[in-house]
T-cell receptor
Framework: DQQVKQNSPSLSVQEGRISILNCDYTNSMFDYFLWYKKYPAEGPTFLISISSIKDKNEDGRFTVFLNKSAKHLSLHIVPSQPGDSAVYFCAAKTQGGSEKLVFGKGTKLTVNP | GAGVSQSPSNKVTEKGKDVELRCDPISGHTALYWYRQRLGQGLEFLIYFQGNSAPDKSGLPSDRFSAERTGESVSTLTIQRTQQEDSAVYLC??????????????FGPGTRLLVL
């Protein structure tokens, strides 16, 4: 039973355009959401996060939007750059208890020059 | 400022053998996590250590899996009697782990385990 779902295994965009990566979750106890980026043969690196008390968080070219009623979040990258090509994982934490993260399966983003 | 390091980077073993994977967290990080990623899957939580508290072992898939951590330093993940389905990338992460600080997890490069 997947609690965090990334339904698009891959996404291809042109350099300079916007990349939108989507993530849906089912557990209403999740209260903190994160995006990680992963290059081949490397561990995931933290990109941006958002608390459930917010609906938007922005950091440079990266913006995360949270729609709690729809249990949906998205990562926007604008403008997209070839170096953004990687696998992007959505992750979530539950209130209290363990700090473990629940991950989606990832979306492979390819930014074409 | 070294990041999280893991060893070995790659491990090939025969079914039925035991393997031990090592993780060196970032100095000062009190929380340490193990995850695994099987082919085509997301990261799957295995175990979490926080200071002197009892570890959260809720993600360990079977009693063949165990992990230890000495204080707030090195951790080892041991898989006994390995099976082919144990083949995966095993990732370690650490964080400051303070209760008030939601603790961004920083990942190591992983150990790629292949069980033949």
């Amino acid at each position: 039973d997947q609690q965090v779902k990334q339904n698009s295994p891959s996404l291809s965009v042109q350099e300079g355009r916007i990349s939108i990566l989507n993530c849906d979750y089912t557990n209403s106890m999740f209260d903190y959401f994160l995006w990680y980026k992963k290059y081949p043969a490397e561990g995931p690196t933290f990109l941006i996060s958002i608390s459930s008390i917010k609906d938007k968080n922005e950091d440079g070219r990266f913006t995360v939007f949270l729609n709690k009623s729809a249990k949906h979040l998205s990562l926007h990258i604008v403008p997209s750059q070839p170096g953004d090509s990687a696998v992007y994982f959505c992750a979530a934490k539950t209130q209290g208890g363990s700090e473990k993260l629940v991950f989606g399966k990832g979306t492979k983003l390819t930014v074409n020059p | 400022g070294a990041g999280v390091s893991q060893s070995p980077s790659n491990k090939v073993t025969e079914k039925g053998k035991d393997v031990e994977l090592r993780c060196d967290p970032i100095s000062g990080h009190t929380a340490l996590y193990w995850y695994r990623q099987r082919l085509g899957q997301g990261l799957e939580f295995l175990i979490y250590f926080q200071g002197n508290s009892a570890p959260d072992k809720s993600g360990l898939p079977s009693d063949r899996f165990s992990a230890e951590r000495t204080g707030e330093s090195v951790s080892t993940l041991t898989i006994q009697r390995t099976q082919q389905e144990d083949s995966a990338v095993y990732l370690c992460a650490s964080s400051l782990g303070s209760r008030r600080y939601l603790g961004t997890q920083y990942f190591g490069p992983g150990t790629r385990l292949l069980v033949l």
